[in-house]
């Protein structure tokens, strides 16, 4: 099995900043692909920023210049920094990785998902 979890979400005034961090734990035998997407209400999910197996990392052009994406192999971590943030960032983030397991078995994983508010 293989988890995914999320922390850091929160409420906070527009121009300011937030740190959301997310951990995979599991029969994990490699890591590909990890990210971050949002889904705003009555909006479809959409890709924020993403770190991919050899190092190229992409972001929303939405995001460019405000938010940093950043991981760490060694423990099965990526964090997303967000600052400067505005009203219409507020949306629920998800974590989203591509695992290889143990079993050597390859798919897509999401967590449950951090609710960000940007609100005076």
């Known amino acids: 099995q293989v988890q995914l979890v999320e922390s850091g979400g929160g409420l906070v005034q527009p121009g300011g900043s937030l740190r959301l961090s997310c951990a995979a734990s599991?029969?994990?035998?490699?890591?590909?692909?990890m990210g971050w997407y949002r889904q705003a209400p009555g909006k479809q999910r959409e890709l924020v920023a993403e770190?991919?197996?050899?190092?190229?990392?992409d972001y929303a052009d939405s995001v460019k210049g405000r938010f940093t994406i950043s991981g760490d192999n060694a423990k099965n971590t990526v964090a997303l920094q967000m600052n400067s943030l505005k009203s219409e960032d507020t949306a629920v983030y998800y974590c989203?990785?591509?695992?290889?397991?143990?079993?050597?078995?390859?798919?897509?994983?999401w967590g449950p998902g951090t609710q960000v508010t940007v609100s005076s």
């Open positions: 599991g029969n994990i035998f490699m890591i590909y692909d």
């Open positions: 989203n990785a591509e695992i290889v397991t143990i079993q050597r078995y390859r798919a897509w994983h």
């Open positions: 770190i991919r197996s050899g190092g190229t990392i």
